[in-house]
């Protein structure tokens, strides 16, 4: 009995030891940061660009594969919505689009698949992808998670200001979130 014991206390002290609970698990066919959707955060009437950087120390895993589809959780549909790919720039700001697509959603509340007209290859340099909304009144776009950020997964893009921030400095430290975008790849 003392050593069926032991042995249950050894096996639950082994694998706790293992698991690192602040890692979020991620498909190894999808970059994202983001958990489950939670919310649509309110952004007034304009055009943003709601963001996710994957740094060189992520994609450099990936060289040679391509993002097919980019799926989003888009709460209310917005007047038009874009696909942006942008190259490496700083680390608060994309660089140069090098991939843009037009979408026309219909299914609002919910994840939206969107393939992409070309698929994009991964290179290993720094990757933006971005989310572009333009809508006429305040509304809830594009969806995000309960939080907290990741770091690199809330960037946030206004035309009023024209300038990027991260969205806690943009919600003036009221919510730290990750955008739910996800690049899925082949």
Same mark, same amino acid.
């Given at each position: 009995?003392k050593?069926s014991i032991?042995?249950?206390?050894l096996?639950?002290? %082994? %694998?706790?030891?293992?698991?690192?609970?602040?890692d979020?698990?991620?498909p190894?066919n999808?970059?994202?940061y983001? /958990?489950?959707?939670?919310?649509?955060p309110f952004?007034p009437?304009?055009?943003?660009?709601?963001?996710?950087?994957f740094?060189?120390?992520?994609?450099?895993?990936?060289i040679? #594969?391509?993002?097919?589809?980019? #799926?989003?959780?888009i709460?209310d549909?917005?007047s038009? +919505? #874009? +696909?942006?790919?942008? &190259?490496?720039?700083?680390?608060?700001?994309?660089?140069d689009?090098v991939?843009q697509?037009?979408?026309?959603?219909?299914? &609002?509340?919910q994840w *939206?698949t969107i393939a992409?007209n $070309?698929?994009? &290859?991964?290179?290993g340099?720094?990757l933006w992808?971005? +989310?572009?909304?333009d809508?006429?009144?305040e509304?809830?776009?594009? =969806?995000?998670?309960a939080?907290?950020?990741? /770091? *690199?997964g809330?960037?946030i893009f206004s035309?009023s200001s024209q $300038?990027w921030?991260?969205?806690?400095?943009?919600?003036n =430290? &009221?919510?730290?979130?990750?955008?739910?975008?996800?690049a899925?790849?082949?």
């Amino acid at each position: 009995m003392k050593y069926s014991i032991l042995l249950l206390t050894l096996g639950l002290f %082994f %694998f706790s030891a293992c698991n690192n609970d602040d890692d979020v698990p991620v498909p190894e066919n999808q970059l994202s940061y983001d /958990g489950d959707n939670s919310a649509a955060p309110f952004l007034p009437a304009g055009l943003y660009e709601c963001a996710v950087l994957f740094p060189e120390s992520i994609t450099s895993g990936y060289i040679g #594969r391509t993002i097919n589809e980019v #799926r989003v959780f888009i709460g209310d549909i917005p007047s038009t +919505i #874009r +696909i942006l790919i942008s &190259e490496a720039g700083t680390s608060n700001a994309p660089g140069d689009v090098v991939y843009q697509q037009s979408v026309n959603l219909n299914n &609002e509340g919910q994840w *939206n698949t969107i393939a992409l007209n $070309t698929p994009f &290859e991964i290179d290993g340099s720094d990757l933006w992808i971005s +989310i572009e909304v333009d809508h006429p009144q305040e509304i809830r776009s594009v =969806g995000c998670d309960a939080g907290p950020s990741q /770091g *690199n997964g809330d960037f946030i893009f206004s035309s009023s200001s024209q $300038t990027w921030t991260n969205f806690r400095n943009f919600s003036n =430290g &009221e919510s730290s979130i990750n955008w739910n975008i996800r690049a899925l790849l082949n």
